[in-house]
Each structure stands twice: as structure tokens, then as C-alpha cells.
């Protein structure tokens, strides 16, 4: 029998490596979960990596010939590789939630590939084996060797990619258990496919409005810091030069002793504020805190709809999944509030269950909070005495105009409140720094000339 190197981690959390024969690394994974421990990587011992295909995988051609699930293992045309003598890496540092290099166009490429597949018929391992191989980045070929031996072995799909949500999103695996959970994993990874390009849209979108504004911001402050730092001191000495007796505005001599006192005590400075943002992490990392701040990034003026209006449309997209397969609304939201990880909407999707266990309503308590708004409410209760699916499918196309809406306000109101800010320093800096070298220059060097 060959011999397989593996690791797995003990129940404490300590990780052995140890080699072990069996018959396949199915077997492997057998032994090592009779033991009590959980496998983290398998590798067949002195396996040479099978030649890559230069032929191409015609990913269209497959979804027309719609190959069946028990032909997988035998020969064809298609010459796809198989991967299990492949040589498998160590997958610890990505089991930590390290993604390494992962972008979302690649997580976008290996759902449109796996689509395509699990439409053509293929099963699971089949599919997985063949994105692998089309697969060029090297940490994700590692989380699909992991999809691999889990589902050799019994295990989910969704639960090898809810390890890894900084590189599947929550309602990215959503999509995904209800998919495999249905029956229906092709179309779960159709929505995957469509939420990821929309979330890749989006995320452009929002990277091209809001970047270039804060460095641009960034900049403006950081002149305005340093010339007020070392600006302001040199004012005693352009009244010394000119002889002048009259004594420096108040708001002067105040930004100048600060000045100075920032200078000479800069370690003071950067302490404070390493300790407020270190107070601040204390204070969120509680569920009252976090409570608090995510119910005031979701209030905030000008970005809080927006941020409301996005977590909204996730749970609405998983909602709508989940209903369109069959669950009740309480199964439903369930499932739907794995797709946030905003406290605050959390804890209305739990009042909202337990009103539904009292013989309540669920959207009772989004309306009492404003969460949503009274056009999608109206919208609910009129789908719960209908048809709610239709409803569902029309608020996720009201919540898509809503944050494009969103995106255009912020568009136009963000340069207007940089402005505006930028506005109050320069006249901070005028008044502090200008005023006073005006005044002494027109006062006590022309004047007196004249």
C-alpha cells in the first residue's frame, strides 16, 4: 500500500504531522478521523505531479453535453487530469484566515467554472478536480484540494468554504449550503456568480469615488499639519524682525504653544493616539459595543444609507434563495443572517424569529427601527398575504436602484463635505498663521515707510 504524509489538528488545537499506508486518501482521512483528530492536509508520499494538459478545457462544450454523474472515473474526450496524486501543501497558514493572494475575480472565475461543470452533470469531486487543474492561482488550488478531500469524505462544500470567509463572503457559502442542501447546487452557484460580479462592480465603484477624495484629503491635511507645526512658531520671529510691539492674537499664541508642545512631546502624541484606537477595539470587541457602532454605520448621515441599503440587499438575496427551495420564513431567517455580521441588523432578524415563535410578525421590528424603509415594508406585508417570492424578487431590484441612488448621492455630497471641511481648516490657518504676518507687514513696514 503507498504511504501518505498527512497533518491534522488535535482537539486541543495542536497540529502532528505523521506518514501513514492505506489504500487511497480516502482511507487516510478514515484513520485519522477514527482517532478523533481533524485532517488538515493529505499528500501521497513520492507522487510525481501529473503532466498538465496543454488541451484546454472547452468549458462551453461540456455545458451542451451534459455528461452524467456516473461517468465519472471513466475515459473521454474531454482528457481531463486527475488530481488526487497531485502533491497537496500545507494548508495551515490559509486555515488561520490568512488568504494570501485571493482576489475576488479569482474566487468569480472558479464559480463560473464550477457552474458550467455542475450544469454539465459532473458530479462534485469530478467538477473540483477539473477547476483545480484550470486553476492558476496557487492558494486557491489549495482550498479546492481541501474541497476535494472534504467531500471525499463526506464532508460539504459550503462548510471547507465558511473556513475561509475572507475568501468566500458569507452570502457567497449561503448560496452555496442551500444549493447543496436543495439539490440545486448549479443555480446556487449562478446566484454565487452573479452576487460575486455585482460585489466586484460595487466594490470598484465605491474604490473609484472614495480613494482618490481621501488622498486627496490626506494630502491637504498633512500640508496644512506640518505648515501650521512649524509655521506658526516662526511668527515671533517675523515680529522680532520688524521691531514690532504689538503682541500676537490670542488664537496666535494658542496654536503656537501647541505647536510647540506637539514638537517636543510627538511620543506623547502618537501614544494617545495608539490608546484611543486601542480603547476603541476594546470597546466594539463587546456585544454591547459592537452592538452600538454597527447600528451607527448603518445611521450614519450620507454613508449609513448606503451601508444599510447593501447589508439590506444580502439579506434579501439570501432570503429569496432560501424561500424559492422550500423553507419557512422562521428556517429562512435562520439561514439568511449568517449572510451579515452587523450586530445590529442581527439582533432584528432574532426579535423578528421570536415574534414569529409568538404569533407575530417578523418585519415588526425592521419597521419599528427604521431598518427598512416604509416602500419595502408596505412591499412585505402585501407579499406575506400574496406571493412572497414575487415581492422578494421586486425589493432586491428596488434595493438595486436604491444603492445606485446612494452611490450617485455620495458622488456628488462627498466633495462637497471634503470641501467644506478643508473650508474650516483654511480658515483656521489664515486666522492663526496669515492674519498676524499681514498684519505686522502692512502695519509696521509700509505704513511706517510712508
Partial sequence: MPDYKYKAVLKNGKIIRNIISAKNRSEVIQKIKATKM?????????????????????YDKLAKIGISKNERGKKNKLNIPDVK????????????????IIKPKDVLTFTNNLYILKKAKFNNITALESVYNS?????????????IIGVDSGETINNVMSRYPKVFPPLYTNFVRVGEESGSLDVALEYGRDYMESNIKLRKTLRGILIPKILQFVLIMVVMMVTLLFGAPMIENVYEMFDSDKELPK???????????????????????????????????????????????????????????????????????????????????????????????????ETGKNN??????WIEPFAIEGAFSPMIIEMLE???????????????????????????????????????????????????????LIDVYMGGFLFDSI
Fill in 38 to 58: 481533524m485532517p488538515i492536509s493529505v499528500t501521497a508520499k513520492k507522487i510525481t505531479q501529473p503532466k498538465k494538459s496543454k488541451k484546454k478545457v472547452n
Fill in 85 to 100: 496524486g497531485s502533491k497537496v501543501t500545507s494548508l495551515l497558514t490559509a486555515e488561520v484566515g490568512l488568504p494570501g
Fill in 135 to 147: 486553476s492558476e492561482n496557487k492558494k486557491l488550488r489549495e482550498i479546492i484540494e481541501e474541497m
Fill in 251 to 349: 488664537l496666535t499664541q494658542v496654536a503656537i504653544e501647541m505647536s510647540k508642545w506637539i514638537i517636543s512631546n510627538w511620543y506623547i502624541v502618537l501614544a494617545i493616539i495608539a490608546l484611543m484606537y486601542v480603547l476603541f477595539r476594546v470597546l466594539i470587541s463587546s456585544p454591547r459595543g459592537r452592538y452600538r457602532w454597527d447600528k451607527f454605520k448603518v445611521k450614519f448621515p450620507v454613508f449609513g444609507k448606503l451601508n444599510l441599503n447593501i447589508v439590506t440587499s444580502k439579506f434579501f438575496q439570501a432570503m429569496l434563495l432560501n424561500i424559492k427551495n422550500g423553507m419557512r420564513i422562521q428556517e429562512s431567517l435562520e439561514v439568511s443572517k449568517h449572510v451579515t455580521t452587523n450586530y445590529y441588523i442581527l439582533a432584528l432578524i
Fill in 356 to 361: 414569529l415563535l409568538s404569533g407575530g410578525s
Fill in 382 to 436: 402585501i407579499g406575506m398575504q400574496t406571493d412572497l417570492t414575487e415581492m422578494m424578487v421586486k425589493i432586491e431590484e428596488y434595493l438595486g436602484q436604491e444603492i445606485n441612488e446612494s452611490i450617485a448621492r455620495t458622488i456628488k455630497l462627498l466633495p462637497e463635505i471634503m470641501y467644506i471641511f478643508i473650508g474650516i481648516v483654511l480658515v483656521f490657518f489664515v486666522i492663526t498663521v496669515m492674519t498676524p
